[in-house]
């Protein structure tokens, strides 16, 4: 094998609730992810030069990528410890990048937008304080894009599917269960038909049936149960257009989160 020649597989992660990385108590609940997340470096043929990163915490009018060389920290959680809005997860940004991915989109025909101001979010930096914990790979967030389309995440991501040629690895980072009213054991049920659909649907399926089952997703078992909005779900509409051709795999899984809730992380390609 060249490793020159390799392609980075994509992957979906649960990135679990705020800062739980950095809160002992909280670990407890977050062992088995956390081991998913600390296995997806080493699973890696070759070390990525960088990492983009589309978290279901941003949002804009166009897609819109991050353009600071030091992003600062975006504490976008509420109820936790005072320590926990002083952490830091310090790796750099990529303008080199934020560029290429300016320039891939426009050539696409693709409204896109850099943001120099915008910080990391909790979606990027609890899964990455686990995922690379030394925070010496720079990592770029790309919003989502208001109104939540199917299709225009898919596209999205088709076109940055290129990206992985050039070392790049990318992360959707969301939740496939996400519904803070019923957090807990009341979730069982409904969590366990939305993920059963979920993982079949990406499992066994690929290309055009595998957007199509995507796009009507509100027709799933419990879909609107599991995610009564839908911008924890999109990231893997991103994922699945980076790897529209390609299989699928379940790298992380459980069925006790939180006391009885359903949830499920992908690697693609």
């Known amino acids: 094998m060249n490793i020159d020649q390799v392609r980075q597989p994509v992957f ?3 990135h679990g609730g ?3 990385p950095w809160i002992d108590t909280l670990k407890k609940q977050y062992v088995e992810l956390e081991r998913s997340l600390s296995q997806i470096l080493e699973s890696l043929v070759k070390q990525p030069k960088a990492i ?3 978290s279901a915490h941003w949002e804009e009018s166009v897609f819109t990528v991050q353009g600071a060389e030091r992003p600062t ?4 959680y509420s109820g936790f410890p005072r320590d926990t809005y002083e952490i830091k997860y310090t790796s750099s940004g990529s303008r080199d990048l934020s560029t290429r991915i300016v320039d891939i ?3 696409a ?4 937008a850099i943001d120099m101001s915008r910080g990391y979010d909790h979606g990027m930096f609890a899964p990455m304080q686990v995922i690379n914990p030394k925070a010496d790979i720079p990592v770029v967030q790309l919003s989502l894009k208001k109104g939540l389309d199917p299709i225009t995440h ?3 991501g088709r076109q940055l599917a290129a990206l992985r040629d050039e070392n790049i690895l990318i992360i959707a980072s969301g939740l496939t269960y996400h519904n803070l009213a019923h957090f807990n054991f009341t979730a069982e049920k409904q969590s366990a038909l939305f993920d059963d659909w979920l993982g079949n649907t990406l499992l066994n399926h690929e290309g055009q049936s595998r957007n199509m089952l995507l796009c009507d997703w509100k027709q799933a078992p419990a879909a609107r149960f599991a995610h009564p909005r839908e911008e924890h779900l999109l990231p893997i509409m991103v994922a699945v257009g980076a790897a529209e051709n390609e299989k699928a ?7 006790n989160f939180l006391g009885g809730i359903h949830v499920s992380g992908f690697m693609f390609g």
Do not use: C, Q
């Open 105 to 107: 989109l426009k050539a």
């Open 109 to 112: 025909h693709i409204d896109v």
């Open 52 to 54: 983009l990163m589309i």
């Open 18 to 20: 705020g800062p739980w």
């Open 12 to 14: 979906f992660v649960s």
């Open 249 to 255: 795999r379940r790298n992380y899984h459980e069925t």
């Open 154 to 156: 898919i596209e999205l």
């Open 73 to 76: 920290m975006l504490y976008d």
